[in-house]
């Protein structure tokens, strides 16, 4: 007969259990830890970094500017890609390395709409809402293609998404034939800057949209548990009268949808697109932050809040890194060792090592006694 395993998430908290390892066991210790030591680094180093001043914009309109308020805006993209990765995790136990190119194909078919098939456009030639839907359904379509690959055709996440991956910016371009249309008016570049005499950027409100309403989506409808039972077990799943290749195919195409407004938020800042420049390598920085936030990146249990905040993580480091004038060029292999270390400390098998140590000197101490 053999000896159940124990699991230290799911054993019983004894109550003389020290404060301190109780909070280690916490699935968000990780971020919340990296959060803290970035805040205490840079409040030692310089205080001045969390300084937020109110200045005119180029219109003269009054808008806050400081780091903290950088981070949060330039963070709204991963954020939003962060949600939808973590779906994608959950249920699929792979990634979607796709997402930086399909964010070019969002914004290219955003941009031919607003633009009309010109090169440059002074005012919007399509609504701008039937501008947003049309990428929104490009790349929920590109979602339905990965998560097919994926579901149906059981190829491994992270091959079926490559096809994409290397297509997707080749695509985007081919969209408005090489051309890099060129979006003048000022009301198209309101949601990736800021709204006529509001001073917060507009991305921090859309992120806090995309928030809420997965967060409604969540709490009102069986798609987290669903997403975890197939993530966790599809056999048993199926046995319970889900369809796990559905659930798997929906959470591609929610993760589509993100991408989307990623996207009309990232060529909304500057009216324009650069196809093979967008969005680079922020796949890699949506998967950290998948993996900073505690989730196992096999799959099963999953905390979208978790990954919400590894992304600030993410983009805190980002911006700490660029204040002490760390070269561009050296910028993600600074940031890649430290999201590894973080990402290895939150590992349950090195949370169980280092719990073994602390015990075993306890444990000398006893038999010596």
Not at 7 to 17: G, L, M
Not at 86 to 105: E, N, R
Not at 243 to 260: D, F, H, R, S
Not at 290 to 310: C, D, E, Q
């Amino acid at each position: 007969m053999t000896t159940p395993v124990k699991n230290p998430e799911t054993q019983v908290r004894r109550p003389d259990e020290p404060l301190f390892k109780r909070l280690t066991r916490q699935q968000l210790f990780i971020p919340v830890a990296a959060l803290a030591l970035l805040v205490l680094f840079n409040l030692i180093a310089d205080p001045s970094f969390f300084a937020v001043s109110i200045n005119q914009n180029s219109l003269g309109n009054p808008v806050l500017s400081g780091n903290m308020v950088s981070v949060l805006d330039n963070a709204s993209e991963l954020v939003i890609l962060s949600i939808g990765m973590t779906l994608v995790t959950a249920s699929s136990g792979g990634q979607d390395i796709s997402v930086g190119a399909t964010m070019a194909i969002a914004g290219s078919v955003i941009l031919r709409m607003v633009c009309g098939g010109q090169v440059t456009a002074d005012t919007m030639q399509t609504p701008l809402i039937l501008a947003v839907l049309a990428g929104v359904l490009a790349t929920m379509l590109c979602g339905a293609f990965n998560g097919a690959l994926v579901a149906y055709f059981k190829i491994q996440p992270m091959v079926a998404t490559l096809i994409m991956y290397t297509a997707g910016r080749s695509i985007a371009a081919w969209i408005n034939n090489n051309q890099l249309p060129i979006i003048n008016d000022l009301g198209f570049k309101y949601a990736g800057t800021f709204l006529p005499g509001v001073p917060v950027p507009t991305p921090i409100f859309i992120t806090v949209l995309v928030i809420l309403a997965f967060w409604l989506i969540l709490k009102f409808t069986t798609l987290g548990l669903y997403t975890q039972s197939v993530g966790i077990n599809p056999s048993s799943s199926r046995l319970n009268g889900i369809n796990p290749q559905m659930v798997k195919l929906l959470t591609y195409v929610i993760l589509g949808a993100c991408v989307a407004v990623a996207g009309f938020i990232r060529v909304s800042r500057s009216g324009s697109i650069n196809y093979s420049r967008i969005a680079e390598n922020i796949e890699m920085d949506a998967i950290l932050a998948v993996a900073l936030g505690g989730n196992a990146l096999s799959g099963g249990k999953f905390n979208i809040y978790g990954s919400i905040l590894g992304a600030y993580v993410i983009q805190f480091l980002t911006t700490t890194l660029y204040k002490y004038d760390v070269p561009s060029t050296a910028l993600p292999a600074y940031k890649a060792v430290v999201v590894i270390l973080l990402v290895v400390l939150s590992a349950p098998v090195v949370r169980e090592k280092l719990a073994g140590m602390k015990k075993a000197p306890a444990k000398a101490a006893k038999e010596v006694a």
